[in-house]
């Protein structure tokens, strides 16, 4: 069991910076696959960013270089660094991880979810 919670989300202006954390617990959370997942209002949810165990990372494909995914296992926390954010990056955001497979554009394929934090983004 893994259990999984956000912080770091907030308000910044258009072309602005924020950095998600994700404290995990668990003792076997390095084996897994690790992911944040967004959802805005009244889209579906979407895939933003994962990193495997062997620090793998895989991402939007619209969110490319604007977005960094990374992972301190000793600290049992995945990060999401955001820069340059634009107004249409206003969204939940979650941590989720998966025990098997890494697969960003399945999210049910995902087995532990955090409660998820704002982010909002004004222009």
């Known amino acids: 069991q893994v259990q999984l919670a956000e912080s770091g989300g907030g308000s910044v202006q258009s072309g602005g910076s924020l950095r998600l954390s994700c404290a995990a617990s668990?003792?076997?959370?390095?084996?897994?696959?690790m992911g944040w997942f967004r959802q805005a209002p009244g889209k579906e949810r979407e895939g933003v960013a994962a990193?495997?165990?062997?620090?793998?990372?895989s991402f939007a494909d619209s969110l490319k270089g604007r977005f960094t995914i990374s992972k301190d296992n000793a600290k049992n926390t995945l990060y999401l660094q955001m820069n340059s954010l634009k107004p249409e990056d206003t969204a939940m955001y979650y941590c989720?991880?998966?025990?098997?497979?890494?697969?960003?554009?399945?999210?049910?394929?995902?087995?532990?979810w955090g409660q998820g934090i704002h982010v909002t983004v004004s222009s």
């Open positions: 989720a991880a998966a025990r098997a497979g890494c697969l960003l554009k399945y999210g049910f394929t995902f087995d532990y």
């Open positions: 668990g003792s076997t959370y390095g084996r897994y696959c």
């Open positions: 990193i495997d165990s062997y620090g793998r990372t």
